[in-house]
């Protein structure tokens, strides 16, 4: 059999994956602060003796788009928008920091401040308890600060800082939780002319339609893949007719 099938068939599978990210972009087109995947192809070589007439292919999702989603305003005071280059801190479930730029807040019942998908916010000293309070604002550096149940509005308490940080010079990789880790584990340094703008949101940084187009052209390399191993199929078959013919 021409080695050709299996390669067809590496490039079906690198395909099929490939739409499974595209297909992930999509879903959370509406997902607050998602950084879509990025895929990229590659060719599998065998080292060794002879020539490279069939190389296989493989897949991967290499990287997340950094770019920035839109900017909504929503007025809700623990809704935040992370402004340039710096990301939002989070505990992850295994207990190590990772990173963020979902600002949609949240007091969970324990009094623990959360992002939208149930993952602790970080301040200066490990997770963020917010106490009952009657009003709450966060500052543009990140500081929080309440007015506690009974007091004065023109004289808040600050609670804590989020927690800020810079990937400038660090290997980042985006996990299937959909953080943000460091690469081999560690932290990131904090952040110290991080902003954020209370009241606003960032949305999603999915393009609708160049992720459409990528998924029609992904149908089609499928598509020619699949008519290879139909190509490979029928030269077997006229190889091995030849074969049967009578001297």
Do not use: C
């Amino acid at each position: 059999m021409d080695k050709l099938v299996y390669t067809a068939a590496s490039s079906l599978k690198a395909h099929m994956a490939s739409q499974a990210a595209i297909a992930n972009n999509i879903a959370n087109a509406s997902t607050i602060g998602f950084r879509s995947d990025r895929v990229v192809f590659d060719r599998l070589s065998v080292n060794g003796p002879g020539f490279e007439t069939r190389t296989a292919a493989s897949e991967q999702v290499v990287d997340a788009d950094r770019r920035a989603g839109t900017v909504m305003q929503t007025g809700r005071p623990l809704d935040v928008a992370v402004s340039g280059e710096s990301w939002l801190t989070v505990q992850a479930p295994d207990g190590t920091e990772a990173y963020t730029r979902r600002g949609d807040l949240q007091i969970a019942p324990s009094g623990v401040l959360e992002t939208g998908d149930g993952f602790p916010v970080m301040g200066a000293n490990g997770p963020i308890t917010m106490p009952p309070a009657q009003s709450m604002t966060i500052a543009s550096d990140g500081t929080i600060s309440i007015v506690p149940i009974g007091g004065e509005a023109n004289n808040p308490q600050v609670i804590d800082k989020l927690k800020l940080v810079s990937t400038k010079g660090s290997v980042t990789v985006k996990g299937l939780d959909n953080l943000l880790h460091v690469k081999g584990g560690g932290v990131l340094p904090e952040d110290m002319e991080g902003k954020v703008a209370s009241g606003a949101l960032e949305g999603s940084n999915v393009n609708m339609t160049q992720a459409l187009v990528d998924m029609i052209e992904n149908q089609r390399a499928y598509e020619v893949q699949a008519n290879l191993m139909k190509e490979a199929k029928d030269m077997d078959s006229s190889a091995a007719s030849l074969m049967r013919m009578p001297a």
